[in-house]
């Protein structure tokens, strides 16, 4: 059977674009400077009903992008990034729910970002593409959501970053969303995730093919990029699932090769991540999204979350995995405590998975059931109608 | 059993006027929480401390936290809800004390349910077979149980009078979960179940 067709697959998906804030009508960014025109990449998968109500918005992390779930061609030997919760009878089922997914503004998958072109000087912007948060993200989200004709979401749900924007979305467009579902995720980063951030960014920087960011048309800083990607590999596991899938098995030899190549399979993994990441993402993006990550602080400006979260009415899924040290459910609670402390509707599950911080891509437990009769119940109670019955 | 028949929750149901703002400590699945809010229409939220319980509480469109309810209740608010509900689970906590202080702060009142200890049946299977209880209710092993606060209807009295917390209504269950209410004398020997509607004395003075 070629890809693409099998059951609870949507299929085939095309990648679309959307241009907006042309001058002088710019975005304005957390950082107060501008930008416009820009671009933002985006898919959508099953069918918006007659008023508009059945939406929902997934947000993706770090390396993410807007493709996903469904296949570009039958060849295609990966479907989309979410694929296992989105599609026909799946968690976020495109036979009930029209399912939007961009990319990040400062992404590198078809959204503006430093591998584009700025249009005044007609180079790449590299390091002088201005600095970006997750509120700007979700601002540019904002406009494609106007877009597409859409004046409350019924969803926005993410994992890790994609979490956080699904946070900023309920708290600073409350008249917008009817439920937020963030999992595995936090209101701050950690400062040790911070670290492992900077130590990526350091790795990039360091390269020397990095040429401060204008490596565009050269050579890029693919070992700086490589070692960042396995630097964060390393923090999306746990020690559990590292011995479940490695263990110390050697990869390929029955006895150590004393050498500085390859011996344990765990080390061929990550060298993998790597390698096959330098492909298919551009390190400046890598270097502003995460800085965009460790500035997220939803209890800001006032410092208090009980405080941020004031005035919020969305209806709160939150999930978290007792195994993930990157985003862990100490930090999901926390949130938590906030919204009960201000009446928000707030339900929260912590899925006992031994697969860290992934366990949100690998649709653990019954993470996609937990999502599916959440959503029902969202549905039903706001008179939404299926796509079906329109 | 018919869902119906846990006259616990009927009793409870009774005890709470609706629309009102509930907790619901300990919710289990959440077969009582979802009662009190599509009988009673009350804004119900549920505590639970495990993955399955939780899971079925969503799956009935509740609204449930994980958590402990030994650690979780100091963040909130005096008077955050109208109602805190500890049913069944007075035994399983490890502060009682420190549980039932806390409803009573959180809550404008408390309704609290748990099994008597010195229910003759219970009393009858030390005296007899010299062997720690167990029921149809309470089927565990002594060293396998979650229930490791057990206390007598005597006790919880005694307990409600020198923390002077004030007992509003008390209700003593017979028999089996599908039983009635017990009228009689005695319902430290005769109650299997006791439920009480409670209030902070101290904020009543």
Same mark, same amino acid.
């Given at each position: ?5 099998e059951p ?7 990648k679309q674009f959307?241009t907006?804030?042309e001058?002088p ?5 957390? !950082?107060?400077?501008?930008l ?18 059945n ?9 993410? *992008?807007c493709?996903?779930?469904g296949r570009?061609?039958e060849s ?5 990034w =979410?694929?296992n919760t989105?599609?026909?009878?799946? $968690? ?6 029209f399912?939007i997914c961009?990319?990040?503004i400062?992404?590198c998958?078809?959204s503006t ?5 700025n249009?005044?000087?007609?180079k790449?912007?590299?390091l ?5 948060t ?7 989200q ?15 749900t ?10 900023? =979305?309920a708290?600073s ?7 937020s579902?963030?999992i ?6 950690s400062?040790?995730g911070i670290a492992?951030?900077?130590v990526?960014?350091v $790795? ?8 401060g960011?204008?490596y565009?048309?050269?050579a890029?800083?693919?070992?700086g990029l490589a ?7 390393i923090?999306?596991? !746990?020690? *559990?699932?590292?011995?479940e ?6 990869r ?8 500085f190549?390859v011996d ?5 993994y990550?060298?993998y ?6 492909h298919r993402f ?10 965009a990550?460790d500035?997220?602080?939803?209890s ?6 009980v405080?941020?979260?004031e005035?919020?009415?969305a209806k ?7 195994? *993930?040290w990157?985003?862990?459910?100490y930090?999901a609670?926390?949130i ?8 928000i ?7 006992d998975?031994?697969?860290?911080? *992934?366990?949100f ?8 059931k937990?999502i ?5 119940n969202v549905?039903e109670?706001?008179g939404?109608?299926?796509?079906? !019955?329109r | ?12 149901l009774?005890f ?23 009988q009673?229409?009350v804004?119900g ?12 509480c969503i799956?009935?469109?509740?609204t449930v /936290?994980?958590?402990?309810?030994d650690?979780?209740? @100091?963040?909130?608010p005096d008077?955050s809800?109208?109602y805190?509900v ?5 035994q399983?906590v490890?502060?009682?004390?420190? &549980?039932?202080?806390e409803i009573?702060r ?14 003759w049946? /219970? ?8 062997? /720690? ?10 060293y396998d ?10 006790d919880? @009295? ?6 002077e &917390?004030?007992i509003?209504?008390s209700v003593y269950?017979?028999?089996? @979960?599908?039983g #009635?209410v017990l009228r ?9 179940n006791?439920?009480?509607l409670?209030?902070?004395g101290r904020r009543? #003075?």
């Amino acid at each position: 059977m070629p890809h693409g067709n099998e059951p609870g697959s949507i299929g085939l998906v095309k990648k679309q674009f959307y241009t907006f804030c042309e001058p002088p009508r710019e975005m304005e960014l957390s !950082s107060g400077a501008k930008l416009g025109p820009f671009t933002l990449a985006y898919e959508t998968y099953g069918k918006l009903n007659r008023d508009k109500s059945n939406a929902i918005l997934i947000l993706h992390a770090l390396s993410g *992008d807007c493709h996903a779930a469904g296949r570009y061609s039958e060849s295609d030997k990966h479907p989309g990034w =979410w694929d296992n919760t989105i599609g026909p009878g799946k $968690a976020f089922d495109t036979e009930k729910y029209f399912v939007i997914c961009s990319n990040v503004i400062g992404g590198c998958q078809g959204s503006t970002g430093p591998a584009s072109i700025n249009p005044a000087t007609g180079k790449e912007y590299g390091l002088s593409f201005p600095m970006i948060t997750v509120h700007d993200m979700v601002r540019a989200q904002v406009h494609l959501i106007d877009h597409l004709g859409i004046d409350r979401l019924l969803a926005v749900t993410g994992g890790s970053m994609g979490g956080m924007q699904a946070l900023r =979305w309920a708290v600073s467009y409350p008249d917008r969303v009817i439920a937020s579902i963030p999992i595995a995720t936090t209101s701050k980063l950690s400062p040790q995730g911070i670290a492992f951030n900077e130590v990526g960014r350091v $790795a990039i920087m360091a390269d020397c093919n990095f040429l401060g960011g204008e490596y565009y048309g050269k050579a890029a800083p693919r070992e700086g990029l490589a070692l960042a990607r396995m630097i964060g590999h390393i923090t999306y596991l !746990s020690d *559990d699932s590292m011995h479940e899938k490695f263990g110390r098995r050697l990869r390929g030899k029955k006895s150590f090769g004393f050498n500085f190549n390859v011996d344990f399979e765990v080390e061929s993994y990550l060298r993998y991540k790597g390698d096959t990441f330098v492909h298919r993402f551009d390190a400046n993006s890598y270097l502003y999204i995460t800085k965009a990550i460790d500035y997220f602080d939803l209890s800001l400006p006032s410092g208090s979350l009980v405080k941020a979260v004031e005035g919020t009415n969305a209806k709160f899924l939150i999930i978290s995995f007792k195994s *993930d040290w990157l985003y862990p459910p100490y930090q999901a609670r926390e949130i938590v405590k906030a919204m009960m402390i201000n009446g928000i509707d707030v339900t929260y599950c912590e899925i006992d998975s031994r697969y860290g911080h *992934d366990a949100f891509l690998l649709d653990e437990g019954e993470m996609s059931k937990i999502i599916t009769n959440f959503l029902a119940n969202v549905a039903e109670s706001n008179g939404i109608r299926e796509a079906a !019955s329109r | 059993m018919a869902e119906g028949a846990r006259i616990d929750h009927s009793v409870i149901l009774g005890f709470i006027p609706s629309g009102a703002k509930i907790l619901d400590l300990g919710c289990g699945d959440g077969s009582l929480l979802e009662k009190l809010v599509r009988q009673r229409g009350v804004t119900g939220r549920g505590i639970e401390i495990s993955e399955e319980g939780v899971r079925s509480c969503i799956a009935k469109g509740l609204t449930v /936290m994980q958590g402990d309810i030994d650690k979780g209740l @100091r963040d909130y608010p005096d008077n955050s809800f109208d109602y805190v509900v500890l049913n069944q689970t007075l035994q399983a906590v490890k502060k009682p004390d420190v &549980v039932l202080s806390e409803i009573l702060r959180v809550g404008k009142k408390g309704i609290v349910g748990f099994p008597n200890f010195a229910y003759w049946k /219970m009393r009858f299977y030390l005296f007899v077979y010299g062997r /720690m209880p167990k029921t149809e209710f309470l089927p565990y092993e002594w060293y396998d149980t979650p229930n490791i606060h057990f206390c007598s209807i005597l006790d919880f @009295r005694e307990y409600c009078a020198k923390h002077e &917390v004030r007992i509003e209504e008390s209700v003593y269950l017979s028999a089996d @979960r599908g039983g #009635r209410v017990l009228r009689g004398v005695r319902p430290n020997l005769f109650a299997e179940n006791a439920v009480y509607l409670l209030s902070d004395g101290r904020r009543a #003075r």
